[in-house]
């Protein structure tokens, strides 16, 4: 349901999610645009947008010519982009304009109606190498949005080439961790961040809460003091998901973060700076945890810990569903990667078939 402002033409929506104690709100605006009326979410007041500032949005929107018709057979990657970009926020639309000359190279003049199938395996290939499939897929999604609205609008006749009916296919994420470390590797690698001086213990710090707790990189980097719970047993945090979760904290990680929160205000970040990353190489190469091995989901890293925190849970015993739950997965699927990890208790069971033959 929207709700008017003082502002004409200006509205908001009330989430279920709060703000300063009260529901968040997520202001949009609508304006005439090729003779229709075209609604625009500006942004959610949680982020910093108020009423005045959509209004303004709207303003230069009704006073900034339109993306300019162009003939069917000359509609371009570059402005399929433009046209999802009219839909968008100015933070996301900013996002846009920083990420095309990266994620889009090499076909931003291609008309849309000669995007073959090979040129986007081209282009998919040429991106994989840097980007993570899921990035991928969110770019590949964009520019399919794109062509759509210009279907509609008249600029692109026929199929859209970014479309699994036309062939074409999304990347699979090949980098999932496989490797997980041993109690002793764990050990001595920490012991090695520890020793390398004030440079290398945000990482120590950080691989104990994960290694204790599945807690991902960028989850640890968001901490902030007010977060961590009075009894020092979880934390409440914006998971990878974009949903309020709360994740569940033993003895070592409870110490490390109530360590580190001592001298910093409620609001203050627990990890305030992102770390060197060759801190943390150095530690590894050092130790020759990498030696020999190339493929990537082998290989340690930072996310080897949280791998590392699940692994040692099945392998002693924790059922597979409470593991779901402790990584916080919403998708029961992506806990039974670890269930080769129970092959003792399978043998077990077949063992309890009475033996009649």
Known sequence: MRHTTRYEGVYYR????????????TYEFCHNADGKKKWVTVGRASLGVTAEQAHKERLKAMTTPAVPTVPTATVTVKEALLLRRESMSPLSA???????????????????RDLTQPILE?????????????TFNNCAAMLRSGINTAKRR?????????????????ARNTNKCVRFLSPEEAATLIARLYSRGEAAREWADMAVVSLNSGLRAAELYRLRG????????????????????????????????????????????????RPRHDSLASAINYLKLNKGISSVVHKVRFHTFRHTFASWLVQRGVDLYVVQKLLRHANPAMTQRYAHLRSDDLKEAMGLLPQLF
């Open 14 to 25: 009330e989430r279920k999610a709060k703000y300063n104690g009260k529901p968040d709100r």
């Open 154 to 170: 008249g600029l692109h006749e026929g199929p859209n080439p970014l479309e699994k009916s036309s062939g074409f296919t999304t």
């Open 122 to 134: 081209n282009w998919k290939a040429g991106l994989l190498p840097r980007l993570a499939a899921g």
């Open 226 to 273: 007010q977060d961590l719970s009075p009894d020092g047993e979880s934390v409440s945090l914006v998971g990878k998901s974009g949903k309020f979760e709360i994740c569940r904290l033993n003895q070592p990680a409870t110490r490390v973060l109530r360590e580190r929160t001592k001298s910093k205000g409620p609001g203050e970040l627990i990890f305030p700076t």
């Open 94 to 112: 900013k996002i846009l304009d920083n990420c095309v000359p990266l994620y889009y190279p090499g076909i931003l003049d291609t008309p849309v």
